[in-house]
């Protein structure tokens, strides 16, 4: 078949225009490898991180010692530190360099309530019961991000690269209570493209709509009038009736909502004591929904809901949003660029200790048995995914519809433990979660070599987000000028235990692991369920 020269300069024209090849968006190979021996040379800082942070286990909005020890290491590093931003007084940005793409690189540094675990340990065993911890894994990827970034700044000042780093922390994202409130105050103001990165038991990364709900987390606080519960009972209004009625009307709505949505709710404040008719209660709700116009459809349901059950019992209902969470959304072009740097890196060598390591905690636990991911798997799109039907959320999607983002999903935890709960701690300061932790630093060094030497994928990033994730939906949030992050939350708890938390904290100038100073054995053997008392 016969081509004419115009005809094939049109369809090459058309082709660099519209799909840049992976080769036009690499740094060099001798830049990489760089950058990914500057991560290993920093392994027993990443292992240190994990484990210092593991150990202040702090929950959302009270990450003081946290935020205090990563922003002393970027300090010493070059980075500059801007604390209190978007008024959140745990939540900082270290940015370093000038000149280039800025690059934001995020990570998630809170724990959980009541997930107090001795790591390495299969058995749930608290370290302080009733105290929290790292349930979830948010512990190692702000070590990671540190390790990456450092590495990648060494390449840049070696070879005179210009481009810009900004690190940030995910402040309360198990309250999903600040990146929106980070959006709406401008911190990302001036960012090209985002590197977010998630504690997992895989590596890897995905584009497109992620199939997870957005959120919007409100507080209803219903105000009524106080009595003698047994002597005047009906010279009150009870605040508790309201908040009951608002449950026992949402639990009726369910029936008639879309499968897609997940709600769910708890009561804050019920009332001092039971013979005095409740003059105050409150209670918490989080409505999560696929688009943005779901999810507020699904408050304006809760808000009228709330409303009515006020006027039913004589008392006044009032609303603070805490938190909100937009649906997550993946960058193509970012995403491509990082699983072929992921194909490069591939999974960590774990040992024959590692893995049986995994085993008992499966064994223990009742946990179907997996091994440690050994296995790259594919590049995660919508075609692969398939539908959703509704599930958790992550606030990272605020931050992804405002600048080109993705996720880094790394192999630091266990298969088959589960989120939110203590079994997703015990491997968290093991040899699993520094050796993943080490693996997506390399990822994240080399994607940074990428994105610095390559304005052609920056660009195309912005693109995609322009004319494909923007076409059908723009970012809009419930939140409004008027809302303030909830700073209170988790305050009186950490006021009370971390006196008790404190003695726990790990001491890299004493011990090589933090499992050394607990005198944990690594790996613990197994406790069948035979012989569970």
């Known amino acids: 078949m016969h081509i004419s020269k115009r ?39 990443a292992q240190q991180m ?26 010493k590093n070059g980075f500059t530190i801007t604390r209190g931003v978007a008024g959140i007084p745990t939540a900082w940005t270290a940015t370093w360099g000038e000149g280039g793409p800025m690059i934001a690189l995020g990570s998630d540094i809170d724990g959980l309530l009541g997930l107090s675990q001795v790591p390495g340990n299969p058995v749930i065993t608290p370290q302080l019961p009733g105290a929290p911890g790292h349930g979830e894994g948010h512990n ?14 060494d390449v840049m000042v070696a070879n005179n690269i210009k481009g810009r780093l900004m690190i940030w922390p995910g402040v309360a994202e198990e309250l999903l209570a600040t990146k929106a409130f980070y959006v709406r105050d401008g911190v990302f103001k001036g960012v ?46 009870s605040a508790l009736d309201g908040v009951e009625l608002m449950n026992a009307a949402w639990n009726m709505k369910r029936e008639h909502l879309p499968v897609t949505q997940r709600s769910h709710y708890i009561i804050t404040n019920g009332g001092s004591q039971p013979n005095i008719v409740p003059g ?24 009228t809901i709330s409303e009515a059950a006020a006027k039913a019992t004589g008392t006044t209902v009032t609303r603070r949003v805490l938190g909100y969470a937009a649906p997550n959304y993946g960058n193509k072009p970012l995403a491509e660029a990082a699983y072929a740097n992921m194909q490069k890196v591939g999974l960590p060598k774990w040992s024959a200790d590692d893995q049986a390591f995994a085993k008992a905690v499966q064994e223990t636990n009742g946990f179907a048995l997996k091994p440690l991911t050994t296995k790259l798997a594919p590049l995660s799109t919508p075609e692969t995914r398939g539908p959703s039907m509704g599930g958790g959320s992550d606030d990272i999607g605020d931050i992804m519809w405002t600048v080109p983002t993705i996720t880094i999903r790394f192999p630091s935890n266990i298969p088959n433990t589960i989120g939110h709960n203590v079994t997703a701690a015990i491997a968290m300061a093991t040899p699993i979660a520094h050796k993943g932790a080490v693996n997506g630093a390399q990822v994240l060094a080399m994607t940074i070599m990428d994105i610095v030497t390559t304005p052609s994928l920056v660009q195309s990033a912005k693109d995609y987000q322009q004319t494909v994730q923007f076409k059908d939906m723009k970012y809009d949030p419930v939140l409004t000028a008027e809302d303030t992050p909830a700073i209170h ?26 499992l050394e100073q607990l005198g944990v054995k690594y790996p613990a053997p197994a406790v069948l369920p035979a012989a569970k008392k």
């Open 489 to 514: 939350l988790n305050k009186e708890t950490m006021e009370r235990l971390r006196p008790q938390m404190e003695p726990l904290y790990y001491d890299p100038t004493k011990y090589s692991s933090y």
């Open 50 to 75: 994990v484990d210092s942070i593991y150990s202040f286990a702090e929950p959302g909005f009270q990450e003081y010692k946290t935020s205090e020890y990563v922003t002393g290491i970027l300090e």
């Open 7 to 45: 005809s094939l300069m049109a369809v090459l024209l058309a082709t660099c225009l519209t799909a840049p090849t992976l080769a036009a968006a690499e740094a060099s190979p001798k830049l990489k490898a760089a950058a990914q021996a500057g991560v290993k040379d920093r392994a027993v800082l």
């Open 280 to 303: 105050e209660a409150s209670v918490w709700y989080y409505f999560r929904e696929q688009t943005f116009e779901s999810i507020r459809n699904l408050y304006e349901t809760g808000n």
């Open 192 to 237: 090209d493209v985002s590197i977010f990165t998630h504690v997992a038991n895989e590596l890897g990364t995905s584009w497109g709509p992620a199939g997870n709900n957005g959120m919007v987390s409100v507080e209803y606080t219903f105000k009524g009038k106080t009595s003698h519960s047994a002597g005047a009972p009906w010279a009150g209004r």
């Open 140 to 153: 190692s990827g702000m070590p990671l991000v540190v390790v990456a970034a450092l590495a990648a700044k």
